[in-house]
């Protein structure tokens, strides 16, 4: 059964920058698309971006500007950053795996969440 | 981008009832769309892909259907674990709609 596991700071100040980790256990890193999904408090989803095993990423045009995503794949693990944060990022953060390993489609596997805080 | 849009916000109902949940697109994603269902404090769980396709595990009562713009997840008779938040969302942009809150009345 593949497990997603989350980590990283639950408080991060205004315009600094945001890191998470993703933990990959029970199957392959290698082949399917990695996302980040995030969840303000008391709203909707919005996906983020997502990385490929080869290292590819593709992101969501609004924060194309301020995220970079990563993988390595000897650690199975993908890596989120989020520069020049705001109390807008604010959020519940969600890895998720695609269901397809040839294309990113839907999302079947999904992480427990990591509550993410930007506050001084 | 496209944009999804559900409705109603809020659907209230009884347990037994069917439920109807509509999702609609601005522009056509052919089949291509999933349904996921979230309850509290919990990541979403995938019920429906491409359209009408129950993912692993989702019982038979969930159903699914529509193509281009106009999709329906519908819930047969609702048992007491499927109130929650659903929220549609299309392959080719990854996006998500706004979500809609299935209530007990």
């Known amino acids: 059964q593949v497990q997603l596991q989350e980590s990283g700071p639950g408080l991060v100040k205004p315009s600094e920058t945001l890191s998470l980790t993703c933990t990959v256990s029970?199957?392959?890193?290698?082949?399917?698309?990695w996302s980040w999904i995030r969840q303000p408090p008391g709203k909707g989803l919005e996906w983020i971006g997502y990385?490929?095993?080869?290292?590819?990423?593709n992101y969501n045009s609004s924060l194309a500007r301020r995220v970079t995503l990563s993988v390595d794949t000897s650690n199975k693990q993908f890596s989120l950053k989020v520069n020049y944060v705001t109390a807008a990022d604010t959020a519940v953060y969600y890895c998720?795996?695609?269901?397809?390993?040839?294309?990113?489609?839907?999302?079947?596997?999904w992480g427990q969440g990591t509550v993410v805080t930007v506050s001084s | 981008e496209i944009v999804l849009t559900q409705s109603p916000a809020t659907l209230s109902l009884s347990p037994g009832e069917r439920a109807t949940l509509s999702c609609r697109t601005g522009?056509?994603?052919?089949?291509?769309l999933a349904w996921y269902q979230q309850k509290p404090g919990q990541a979403p769980r995938l019920v429906i892909y491409?359209?009408?396709n129950r993912a692993t595990g989702i019982p038979a009562r969930f159903s699914g259907s529509g193509s281009g713009t106009d999709f329906t997840l519908t819930i047969s008779s609702l048992e007491p674990e499927d109130f929650a938040v659903y929220y549609c969302?299309?392959?080719?942009?990854?996006?998500f709609g706004g979500g809609t809150k299935v209530e007990i009345k």
């Open positions: 029970g199957g392959s890193i290698s082949s399917y698309y």
């Open positions: 998720a795996r695609s269901r397809s390993s040839s294309f990113p489609d839907y999302f079947d596997y």
């Open positions: 990385v490929s095993h080869t290292g590819s990423a």
């Open positions: 491409d359209a009408s």
């Open positions: 522009q056509s994603v052919g089949s291509y």
């Open positions: 969302q299309q392959r080719a942009g990854l996006t």
